[in-house]
């Protein structure tokens, strides 16, 4: 999973990236800036447990790639916006608008005082513009072409159902496509169908009011058009996450979180995108793995490998929260609550499966 963090400059983008990977990349304005990535461990108690009990030689969490794409100033206009990030995102599962509600006198006299309503509602537009953009230009050149292949007049009406959806200030995920539609649609990427997700930037008096500016006309946006929100004080849990480990539970603890700021964004990523994880356990190796929901055993089979889903036999199964009560696989089968499962099988998160194959 790669999720690209977008926003204006200045927003923090980089200060959550550096929190989020590890890594200690420049922050500040930048002009042109360049694009950063880096990966993050998706923390899960579970693994947690799963290791302590079978104390494998490798531990391996579920991970996701980020992308952080350079700010775009509001005055370069949506074409700019268009070059500079649609290429970028066009490889994202998802997107990140991290916008700015902190207090910083270093930051306002550049980029005034924070307005993250603002921030919000013009970047939202400035996405609709740059794929109305796109889709117009598609669209003439469409027109002014003589041969065309002969699926051209089926992708016209689709790409003009969109545009009139754009026009009428309703991004391209809104607009039902059918299978069909979405085939021969296949290679064309939008800002506005990638999904969203909203990282607010507040400071720790903030964090500890439980407020910010706007707060109530952010939520009530993100609401309206189902993106989700986290609140993240990225400079301060950036240094915390610099400390040694013994110590980042008190500091955590003192500001009143509980989560890590990579927790609460793979939380919202995975509800967003329909994500959910499944296990591998053994002396060798504990594992999780991530599919999206709704996969059947055979498919989740083949994310483990390609052979695994070509010789599928069956799959043994049991779940997380048994062996958790119970502690051991012995106890699990004597309670009956070992599974033997057919391709077919849909898989569930917090499934433990154990793949039968032969090649």
């Not at 290791?51 to 952080?68: E, M, V």
């Not at 720790?204 to 500016?213: N, V």
């Amino acid at each position: 999973m790669q999720i690209g963090l977008v926003g204006l400059p200045l927003a923090g983008k980089t200060t959550f990236f550096n929190l989020l990977t590890g890594a200690n990349c420049e922050t500040g304005f930048t002009g042109a800036g360049e694009v950063h990535l880096g990966s993050a461990i998706v923390p899960d108690a579970r693994i947690d447990f799963l290791s302590g009990l079978y104390k494998p030689r490798k531990t391996i969490y579920a991970q996701i790639q980020f992308k952080d794409i350079p700010g775009v100033r509001s005055d370069e206009g949506a074409s700019n916006l268009a070059v500079k990030l649609l290429d970028e995102v066009r490889g994202a599962d998802a997107l990140v608008q991290v916008v700015r509600a902190f207090n910083s006198d270093e930051v306002s006299s550049v980029a005034g005082e924070p307005n993250p309503f603002r921030e919000l509602s013009d970047f939202a537009a400035e996405l609709l513009l740059a794929d109305m953009g796109a889709i117009e230009n598609r669209i003439n050149r469409m027109k002014n072409t003589r041969k065309l292949p002969k699926e051209a007049p089926a992708q016209l009406a689709v790409l003009e159902r969109l545009l009139a959806a754009l026009e009428n200030e309703q991004p391209v995920s809104s607009v039902e496509l059918t299978e069909a539609e979405q085939e021969i649609m296949v290679g064309q990427s939008f800002l506005t169908e990638k999904p969203l997700i909203l990282a607010v930037n507040i400071d720790e008096a903030q964090l500890a009011a439980g407020d910010y500016p706007d707060r109530d006309r952010v939520r009530a946006f993100a609401s309206e058009r189902g993106i989700p929100v986290i609140e993240i004080c990225a400079q301060t849990e950036m240094e915390i996450s610099q400390l040694p480990p013994e110590d980042r539970a008190d500091f955590m603890a003192d500001l009143g979180l509980t989560e890590s700021g990579v927790g609460r964004l793979a939380q919202a990523a995975y509800e967003r995108l329909g994500l959910i994880s499944f296990f591998t356990v053994g002396d060798d190796e504990v594992r999780a793995w991530t599919i999206r929901r709704g996969t059947i055993a055979k498919k989740a089979a083949g994310k483990v490998h390609s052979d695994i889903e070509r010789g599928f036999i069956r799959a043994e199964v049991f779940r997380y929260d048994d062996i958790f009560e119970l502690g051991s696989q012995v106890k699990i089968k004597e309670k009956g609550l070992f599974r033997l499962e057919g391709k077919e099988y849909v898989v569930k998160d917090g499934d433990i499966i154990n793949f039968r194959f032969n090649v």
